[in-house]
């Protein structure tokens, strides 16, 4: 099921907005999902410059574009990722915690701005992603 267009648009809208307001929200993320997985953080330990962390909250923003929209490539590599990351020993449901803590940092960054139509169309989207996160092997691709 393709995401509604006027999710998309609000998820979009507060992407931009965060982005504005909060800039890199690279520490903010990565401290939360610490709180909440502290094992997490020791598969971190070589990642001193916060560049690995960077480039993998890029990615995770890149993706969900994708996937509100086009699903080009965000479904498959969404599936690709909770397997490759069982290597590393992180369990499917930390990329649902992950997903849903993005969404919560980027309501923060978006403070006043941030609106009931936005709150949905996020609520919305991490169900749909859940299911691409939980259940790889359930969810139809195409």
């Given at each position: 099921?393709?995401?509604?267009?006027?999710?998309?648009?609000?998820?979009?809208?507060?992407?931009?907005?965060?982005?504005?307001?909060?800039?890199?929200?690279?520490?903010?993320?990565y401290e939360r999902?610490?709180?909440r997985q502290p094992?997490?953080?020791?598969?971190?330990?070589?990642?001193?410059?916060?560049?690995?962390?960077?480039?993998?909250?890029?990615?995770?923003?890149?993706?969900?574009?994708?996937?509100i929209r086009d699903?080009?490539?965000?479904?498959?590599?969404?599936?690709?990722?909770?397997?490759?990351?069982?290597?590393?020993?992180?369990?499917?449901?930390?990329?649902?915690?992950?997903?849903?803590?993005?969404?919560?940092?980027?309501?923060?960054?978006?403070?006043?701005?941030?609106?009931?139509?936005?709150?949905?169309?996020?609520?919305?989207?991490?169900?749909?992603?859940?299911?691409?996160?939980?259940?790889?092997?359930?969810?139809?691709?195409?």
């Amino acid at each position: 099921m393709r995401t509604d267009p006027k999710d998309a648009d609000a998820i979009e809208t507060s992407l931009e907005i965060a982005a504005e307001r909060g800039g890199d929200l690279t520490p903010v993320v990565y401290e939360r999902l610490f709180e909440r997985q502290p094992a997490m953080k020791l598969l971190f330990w070589r990642d001193t410059t916060n560049a690995i962390r960077g480039e993998m909250l890029m990615r995770t923003f890149e993706a969900i574009l994708d996937f509100i929209r086009d699903r080009q490539f965000a479904d498959h590599l969404i599936k690709t990722e909770v397997v490759n990351h069982a290597g590393y020993d992180v369990p499917p449901d930390v990329f649902a915690t992950f997903f849903g803590l993005v969404a919560e940092v980027v309501e923060e960054a978006c403070g006043p701005e941030w609106t009931p139509a936005m709150a949905g169309a996020w609520r919305r989207t991490l169900v749909d992603l859940d299911s691409f996160v939980v259940h790889p092997d359930r969810v139809a691709v195409g």
